[in-house]
């Protein structure tokens, strides 16, 4: 049986929206992308309305119908690891049928009555019509049993009889009989007048008048005995009848002939002045025969021979006129097959008749009939005429009559077909579809024999249905060119014929080829490798876009995919020859026929897209084809197609809508309207009602060009999919790696967006160990422990689903580890969501077109780093780390200056925090400077004091860090209390001890963490000190000696 199902305009659920209309495009139809099958059915469809659907992105609809079952279909469905089945029930498959069996599906049978003799005499006043149901399978014979019976019903004017047949056999079949009372023959109406026969003969031999009886019937129940009860004359119902359950059906009308004993005539013309009378039904074996000559008013013909030539076993016994006026002379010859007579006829001038108005009689011929064995025999009889010497006429020439000898008083035979309806699915298939057939004949005493065997056949036209060579079906192969509510198929069987009439369905061409995409364009930020065999031939180097689609290293962007349906229409003529169209099922339905054609779908240049799973195309290269659907039977035939394009524009990801579905309901119900259709709504379910409970993901991507596709398209090697939860106490992620998507699992109750998907490039096309995410979305789950039945409220009558919204969505910081996520348990119970904006991203989280562009830059790169590159970068990196160094060392003796502390004196501060510079000769400092001695905190250190020659400025070491803390006091007039000058030493004296100028620093080594300066700079006039020890002389001197420093340091 059929079925399977971008967006399905069959079953394409429209977004609820609560926005005002607006003159921009709708937003493309999301809907669950659930997978529909039927079960159990030999012919039904799945079907696409005209009319626009609205729906949920949680649900999918399907419309279908059946047309040819035994048992009861089931509908399934599939989406990830859940799935459901429920069959249709027998009220939803046929809601009123006149066979109504118990315990039996009776949805295809329909009852088929055939009146034997539409011409009824008071004579044989029997009524016969014969009773068979079509549309059910002649190999079951399990309801055999359980057929019903059949009540026929006669009508004339207020008068009526009935009577009862059961229907039984593998054909379902049962024949009639009802007499007529002589009462009915009686009413005196206008005459019928004689009516014309084969070969322009004329109904003799009737002498009374005829009226009109209608027929109708009706289906009961047999009795407990399993017998149908009798039918009685006069009106209501005898007692003990069960009433009828259906009314009352038309079969048809039956004309009623009061006709003398005399046989019926027709006349057979042998030329322009004589013709024959003999009877119409078929002869008996041992049957006289009796042919009659008559000429023609007005004829001059007075002398003639008449030869007759019968062939073996029709004897002529004798000759005769009751005309006096003509006299007859016969002669036999016997052969071994035939027998010729010899008949001179001649006219008695001497016998004077009047004149006649009418035909005049000339002899009568009497045959009899030989036995035979077989079942029934044709005899032939050659009439030829010469006038002895005279002129014949042109057109004289042999006459043959054909004489029908049975065995049995056959009535008429019936063709029965299993079936009515041939639905010509062989046009879109090649696959021959072919119906069984039966002949039976009806005798005069009510036997019903099977005549198969025996019959010959032929189709009036077959450019709508053919007929088997052995007349056991009737099929349709394919070549067929038209339909038709009445194809005939002749059957005949010994001297009998009668057509079989059929109802031929075809589908309308060209096929309509539906695309969910017309225009497959690049997907910006979506990069997958290329096949060895499907390399990209794109060599144009125009502008920078075609430059960063240029691949070097085996990756492109991702082209987007398209769904492909195939619909059609089936359709007939009304009558052979006209060209009013009938459609099944109406207008507003087309026919899903996507996998009848699904191996002749071709793309005409393969170069530039193809089929992948049969039903979605796939881009591969710029360029524009056409989709088409081979015809499976003609060479270059094409039954439909659909044109595309591959385009170079490059389309965005707007949007990654994401459901959690944590199971699936189905529900069946009749179409609104139609009785024959119905519909197949699946709905996914949300909440998490268990511990451990498994969820799977629906995700849809929305791109910039108005259209959607569901991820299922696409190759899963293409693309990684990573979910992570912000809340693992109430969902954490499972993540197989057999398992196609993510697996959301129940921990504990909670609801809100706890749960954020990322979309990101493979593996084979990642440009640095950062992933390159395509698109990402929060995900709504609500877990909720308790009776399976709490999830119900989720689900309504209407089609309208009611979920817990999400009162306050979490923006995401990737810098933030650990966040949990709090929801709300204030919210009511069940709110109907907005789901245009559910789930999406949030403000924040939207890209802008420059992010777009920034990070489309990132992830197209067309080429990797070469070495230069990574040098140069690597260089880069060194500088500007020797920068940061640089800032940190200013930034921590910034600080370092600014909380120094000032002296009690009031002297002017010096930025340095320390004295680094001091005289020594090698002896203690205190014995040489009249200087206030200075206890030091450190014994360790081996300077007691430090001193200096400084104009008056005198300030200590408050740094924290030092380990020697001095002072030292000036003198008033800035000068040093231990110059070279009052010592009275020669300085370049070898003998003298020369003072030394020691540097060092009093402060303890940073760690290594942190960087440091270890030589303190401070302006010049925080510096202001003289030695005459150094051997200045000139305060320049000085200044030159201090901008060395400086520049040294």
């Not at 009319?51 to 047309?67: D, K, M, N, R, Y």
């Not at 001497?350 to 004149?355: I, L, T």
Request: charged share 25%.
């Amino acid at each position: 049986t059929l079925i399977k199902r971008k967006i399905s305009p069959t079953s394409s659920d429209a977004l609820l929206s609560s926005s005002a209309m607006t003159a921009s495009p709708s937003p493309p139809n999301v809907y669950l992308p659930a997978n529909f099958k039927m079960s159990n059915a030999q012919l039904a469809f799945f079907l696409s309305s005209s009319s626009p659907s609205t729906g949920h992105p949680l649900q999918h609809s399907e419309s279908f119908v059946v047309f040819q079952t035994k048992d009861l279909p089931a509908i399934n469905i599939s989406f990830g690891p859940f799935a459901r089945d429920q069959a249709l029930s027998k009220e939803l498959l046929q809601p009123a049928s006149p066979l109504d069996i118990p315990g039996q599906l009776t949805v295809n049978w329909k009852v088929r009555a055939f009146i034997v003799q539409a011409r009824v005499f008071s004579s044989n006043p029997t009524v016969q019509v014969f009773f068979y149901i079509a549309g059910r399978d002649w190999d079951d014979f399990k309801a055999q049993d359980k057929l019903p019976c059949v009540r026929l019903h006669a009508f004339r004017d207020v008068r009526e009889i009935k009577t009862s047949c059961r229907m039984k056999g593998n054909l379902a079949q049962c024949l009639a009989q009802l007499e007529l009372p002589p009462s009915w023959f009686n009413t005196n109406v206008a005459p019928l007048g004689r009516r014309k026969g084969s070969g322009d003969g004329l109904l003799d031999g009737l002498t009374s008048e005829t009226l009109q009886a209608e027929l109708y019937y009706t289906l009961h129940e047999p009795n407990l005995d399993g017998e149908c009860s009798e039918g009685h004359r006069g009106g209501g119902a005898s007692r003990g009848e069960p009433p009828s359950q259906h009314p009352l059906l038309r079969i048809g009308s039956i004309s009623l002939y009061q006709a003398s004993q005399e046989q019926l005539l027709v006349d057979k013309q042998l030329d322009k002045n004589m013709f024959l009378r003999l009877p119409e039904k078929p002869l008996k074996p041992g049957e006289t025969l009796k042919i009659f000559l008559y000429l023609m008013p007005n004829s001059t013909i007075e002398q003639f021979t008449l030869k007759v030539k019968a062939k073996k076993g029709v004897n002529l016994l004798q000759t005769k006129s009751k005309n006096a006026q003509w006299k007859v002379d016969w002669e036999v010859q016997s052969g071994a097959k035939h027998s010729i007579t010899t008949i001179d006829v001649n006219k008695n001038k001497a016998v004077k008749q009047g004149d006649v108005l009418g035909n005049v009689e000339v002899m009568q011929l009497d045959f009899e009939m030989e036995n035979f064995t077989s079942l029934s025999v044709t005899r032939r009889i050659n009439w030829n005429i010469d006038y002895k010497g005279q002129n014949p006429p042109p057109d004289s020439e042999k006459v043959v009559t054909e004489l029908t000898v049975v065995q049995r008083d056959i009535q008429a035979i019936i063709p029965l077909a299993m079936d009515t309806e041939i639905i010509n699915t062989a046009i879109l298939t090649g696959r021959t579809v072919a119906i069984p057939v039966k002949m039976v004949s009806i005798e005069m005493n009510g036997a019903v024999t099977d005549v198969s065997a025996f019959v010959q056949c032929k189709s009036s036209n077959e450019d709508i249905v053919k007929v088997s060579m052995n007349c056991d079906y009737v099929f349709v192969n394919g070549k067929e060119t038209r339909g038709s509510m009445n194809a005939r198929v002749i059957f005949s069987y010994e001297h009998l014929s009668a057509p079989l009439e059929l109802t031929v369905w075809v589908p309308k061409l060209p096929l309509q080829v539906e695309l969910s995409d017309n225009n497959l364009s690049f997907i910006k930020g979506w990069r997958v490798p290329i096949l060895p065999d499907r390399r990209s031939t794109r060599d144009s180097d125009a502008d920078d876009e075609d430059d960063e689609r240029r691949v070097s290293r085996g990756c492109t962007l991702q082209y987007q995919r398209a769904l492909v349906k195939v619909l059609t229409q089936f359709h007939t003529t009304s009558t052979e020859g006209t060209d009013q169209v009938i459609t099944m099922l109406g207008p507003d339905w087309q026919v899903d026929v996507t996998d009848l054609v699904q191996d002749s779908l071709k793309v005409a240049d393969p170069r530039i897209a193809e089929l992948v799973d049969r039903t979605v195309l796939v881009g591969l290269e710029l360029g524009s084809t056409v989709l088409k659907v081979e015809s499976p039977l003609a060479v270059d035939a094409v039954l439909g197609e659909a044109a595309f394009s591959v385009t170079d524009d490059k389309v965005s990801i707007t949007e990654l809508r994401v459901h959690a579905i944590s199971g699936l309901t189905l529900s069946l119900q009749p179409s609104p309207g139609n009785s024959h259709t119905m519909v197949a709504k699946a709905t996914g379910l949300q909440t998490l009602t268990a511990p451990k409970q498994e969820a799977s993901l629906s995700l849809w991507m929305l791109f910039s060009d108005n259209t959607a596709a569901t991820l299922t398209y696409f190759d899963p090697k293409d693309y990684n999919l990573n979910a992570s939860t912000l809340d693992d106490k109430v969902v954490s992620v499972s993540q197989e790696p057999q398992q196609r998507w993510p697996v959301l699992v129940a921990e504990g109750e909670g609801s809100g967006e706890m749960v954020r998907v990322e979309m990101t490039i493979c593996e084979a096309c990642q440009k640095t160990k950062r992933k390159s995410v395509i698109a990402s979305a929060a995900v709504y789950v609500k877990v909720r422990f308790g009776p399976e039945e709490d999830s119900e409220e989720e689900v309504t009558t209407e089609g309208e689903i009611e979920l817990v919204p999400v009162t306050r969505r979490p923006i995401i910081d990737p810098n933030i580890s650990g966040r949990i996520y709090e929801t709300s348990n204030e919210q009511p119970a069940s709110v109907p969501i907005d789901y245009t904006n559910f789930p999406t991203m949030s403000n924040e989280e939207r890209p802008t077109d420059s992010d777009e562009e920034e990070e489309d830059d990132f992830v197209h790169s067309p080429r990797n780093m070469t070495d230069l590159e990574i040098g140069m970068y690597a260089l880069l990196g060194v500088f500007c780390l020797a920068i940061l160094v640089f800032l940190i060392n200013c930034i921590v003796f910034v600080l370092k200056y600014r909380h120094k502390r000032i002296p009690p004196e009031g002297q002017a501060n010096m930025d340095h925090s320390h004295h680094w510079v001091f005289l020594g000769n090698g002896q203690p400092l205190r014995a040489q400077c009249d200087l206030s001695p200075q206890q030091v905190e450190s014994p360790s250190n081996p300077l007691e004091g430090v001193q200096t020659c400084c104009h008056g400025d005198h300030h200590s070491s408050g740094s924290s860090q030092t380990s020697v803390q001095s002072q030292v006091h000036g003198r008033g007039d800035g000068s040093s209390g231990g110059s070279t000058k009052e010592n009275g030493e020669d300085a370049s004296s070898p003998t003298s001890k020369r003072k030394r100028v020691k540097f060092t620093t009093f402060t303890t080594l940073p760690t290594e963490e942190l960087p440091y300066n270890s030589i303190p700079i401070a302006d010049e006039e925080d510096i202001q000190w003289v030695c005459q020890d150094m051997g200045f002389q000139d305060p320049e001197e000085l200044h030159d000696y201090m901008r060395r420093i400086k520049e040294i340091a």
